[in-house]
């Protein structure tokens, strides 16, 4: 039975989004990028249902976006707390940039909610096309099939469009 995952294994964004496309999943990662790890605290700050948030933890870790470690406080049972892995801290670019068009595109009246500037010098970051230490404006990107898909694109690029029946 279908789960509703893309099935383009192909795609690197297929395949990604097989794993952080599902809902709540990119916002669990900003909390963990802003150093929640525990679940409650998740829960609590996304207002997402304990069962949703297990599967979404337990998918991560499945993944290697987290680990799940225990941790007891003294007098008290274990629970487990999520870590980010250097994959998932990878992850920090995807919800750099959509936090970035979001705050272009769709911002708040009162502005940006959070900023990012480098540890080094202090000034403001942004996420973009790099090119030699350069960033590169995206009219000047091109998308470059490889593998496989060149040939598809090349029959696309050269193939006849189908006709259209024009109503009178």
Do not use: C
Not at 5 to 19: G, I, M
Not at 23 to 34: D, G, K, P, T
Not at 96 to 113: C, K, N, T, V
């Amino acid at each position: 039975m279908p789960d509703g995952r893309p099935q383009d294994r192909s795609s690197a964004v297929a395949r990604s989004l097989s794993v952080v496309g599902e809902r709540w999943a990119l916002l669990i990662i900003r909390e963990a990028l802003y150093g929640v790890t525990r679940f409650e605290t998740f829960r609590v700050n996304l207002g997402i249902a304990p069962d949703v948030l297990g599967a979404r933890l337990a998918t991560f870790v499945e993944h290697g976006i987290m680990t799940r470690e225990a941790y007891r406080q003294p007098g008290r049972r274990t629970y487990s707390e999520y870590l980010l892995t250097e994959t998932g801290r990878d992850l920090q670019l995807v919800v750099g940039a959509l936090q970035q068009w979001g705050d272009a595109h769709m911002p708040r009246p009162e502005g940006p909610s959070v900023g990012r500037r480098s540890r080094i010098t202090g000034e403001r970051v942004r996420v973009g096309f790099v090119d030699g230490g350069h960033e590169v404006a995206q009219d000047d990107i091109d998308v470059v099939p490889v593998g496989k898909r060149i040939l598809y694109l090349t029959w696309l690029q050269w193939a006849p469009e189908p006709a259209v029946n024009e109503r009178r």
